[in-house]
């Protein structure tokens, strides 16, 4: 059974820091694409960074660009997501999900992991 658990999360102020971390049991990432995306009340969920298997590729959503990093540990089975200079427009619940390159584009996977909350205060 394939599970993963972000962690992370938490309450920060405008201009500050966080770092999520994303664990995966079950599968083995090092073949896969991983993804983090963002939901907040009465928005549909976004992308917001994905790395590819070997990291060879990245994306990152246009709102997060410059920002936030996305990064793999494939040895640890574990996905991370750096997020520096915190906006109030950042805060949502963040989740981690698994799959092919193209469908985690596309936000489709059909392992999302419960996700963890993530609120900046101005």
């Known amino acids: 059974q394939v599970q993963l658990v972000e962690s992370g999360g938490g309450s920060v102020q405008a201009g500050d820091s966080l770092r999520l971390s994303c664990t995966v049991s079950?599968?083995?990432?090092?073949?896969?694409?991983m993804g983090w995306f963002r939901q907040s009340p009465g928005k549909d969920r976004e992308l917001v960074a994905a790395?590819?298997?070997?990291?060879?590729?990245?994306d990152y959503g246009d709102s997060v660009k410059g920002r936030f990093a996305i990064s793999r540990d494939d040895a640890k089975n574990a996905v991370y997501l750096q997020m520096n200079s915190l906006k109030p427009e950042d805060t949502a619940v963040y989740y981690c999900?698994?799959?092919?390159?193209?469908?985690?584009?596309?936000?489709?996977?059909?392992?999302w992991g419960p996700g963890t909350q993530v609120t900046v205060f101005s």
């Open positions: 079950g599968r083995t990432i090092r073949t896969y694409t």
């Open positions: 999900a698994i799959g092919n390159y193209a469908d985690i584009l596309r936000g489709v996977s059909n392992y």
């Open positions: 790395t590819s298997r070997s990291a060879a590729m990245t």
